[in-house]
């Protein structure tokens, strides 16, 4: 059970990063975004058992080592992200960056440093009070990943006043996956405190994620945290998403109506149409098409059908009476229109609407 659900969130984590990453190499923008999911995916993929026994037989333990490394890039990436979003991305950039590499590199040399590390799930608990490093290493881990988790809430909880609609649902479920990483942190730090007194600490082995109260916090928190980031990165991206597949489809749309009026009128194309994002080629696009309407003679209240029938029974040679200009409409019922009349053309052209 416990594999099912490390391994399905990471792969979901892992899923939601290599889209957003492949998304902005296209517009240049959300790559600490992209790098924080793919980081959180693999710490998960790491973590889960049948991994860790793998990762052992090159390393005693070394699957505990990566996803620890991984998850505290991602509390890096995430932290930048939310930052980014609040309109704070460059304030304590530098710091954040220097603690991150400070607390790489003692993970990386406590590890190391241990000897008799255990083959198999890296549980540390009967460690702690023969393994002073481990001590060093746990307290590091702890320490940098509650400071992180501290900071992201507190930018969400600043930045979600100001906000609205999917930003804000976004921001409370970071500030709620706040709220379990700090439950997580604090079991962790109970748990080891404990390790340390104890005089014979046993493996805290848990046979699912919520079966006690300490599994919870160990196990099942960490879980719904990283759920919950991955939604609340993605949520705000929603509306976006949707506008972009519209103007997508409109695009398509307009491309035959488009191209007869860019070929009758050639002195109406403006620019190269790949255009540096689809919003701007959807602009020019349609800047040229509502040109050559006018040029066409097509009035604003000419309904779509009739509009349509006159661009593509447009004589060869253009008349020698100048159009009307008609007036500028909102950018909403300008699209509606063009749609409209496009569907039409592609009718009367015989090729399959949109």
């Not at 889209?19 to 517009?27: C, N």
């Not at 333990?61 to 990566?66: D, E, H, I, K, P």
């Not at 709620?176 to 748990?191: H, I, R």
């Amino acid at each position: 059970m416990i594999d099912i659900l490390f391994v399905g969130v990471g792969l979901f984590a892992l899923f939601v990063g290599i889209w957003r990453a492949v998304r902005a190499r296209r517009t240049g923008a959300g790559a600490g975004l992209a790098v924080s999911l793919i980081a959180l995916g693999a710490a998960f993929c790491f973590l889960s058992n049948r991994a860790q026994q793998f990762e052992s037989e090159i390393y005693p333990s070394l699957g505990r080592l990566l996803s620890n490394l991984a998850t505290m890039v991602a509390a890096y990436g995430i932290g930048l992200t939310v930052a980014e979003i609040s309109g704070t991305r460059d304030r304590g950039r530098r710091t954040r960056l220097v603690a991150l590499g400070v607390a790489l590199t003692v993970l990386v040399v406590t590890f190391f440093s241990t000897p008799d590390l255990p083959r198999g799930i890296g549980v540390f608990d009967e460690l702690y009070r023969t393994h002073p490093t481990l001590v060093v290493y746990v307290f590091t881990y702890t320490v940098y990943l509650g400071l992180a988790v501290i900071d992201i809430g507190i930018v969400a909880a600043v930045t979600i006043r100001a906000s609205g609609g999917a930003l804000r649902a976004g921001l409370a479920l970071l500030l709620l996956a706040s709220a379990f990483a700090v439950a997580y942190l604090a079991g962790k730090v109970v748990g080891t405190v404990r390790a340390l007194q104890a005089d014979h600490p046993a493996k805290a082995l848990c046979r699912g994620p919520f079966s006690t109260l300490p599994c919870a916090l160990d196990v099942g928190f960490p879980a719904i945290s990283v759920l919950l980031i991955v939604l609340g990165l993605t949520i705000p991206a929603v509306p976006g998403l949707v506008a972009a597949r519209r103007d997508a489809r409109t695009l398509r749309l307009l491309r035959p109506l488009r191209g007869h009026l860019t070929r009758r009128f050639p002195e109406i194309a403006r620019i190269d149409p790949a255009g540096p994002s689809r919003r701007e080629r959807l602009l020019t696009a349609m800047s040229e098409t509502n040109d050559g309407l006018i040029l066409a003679g097509v009035t604003p209240d000419q309904p779509p059908s009739a509009a349509a029938r006159l661009v593509r029974d447009l004589p060869d040679e253009p008349a020698e009476t100048p159009p009307p200009v008609a007036p500028a409409e909102p950018f909403a019922a300008d699209v509606a229109r063009l749609r409209a009349i496009a569907r039409e053309y592609r009718t009367l052209e015989g090729t399959p609407a949109e």
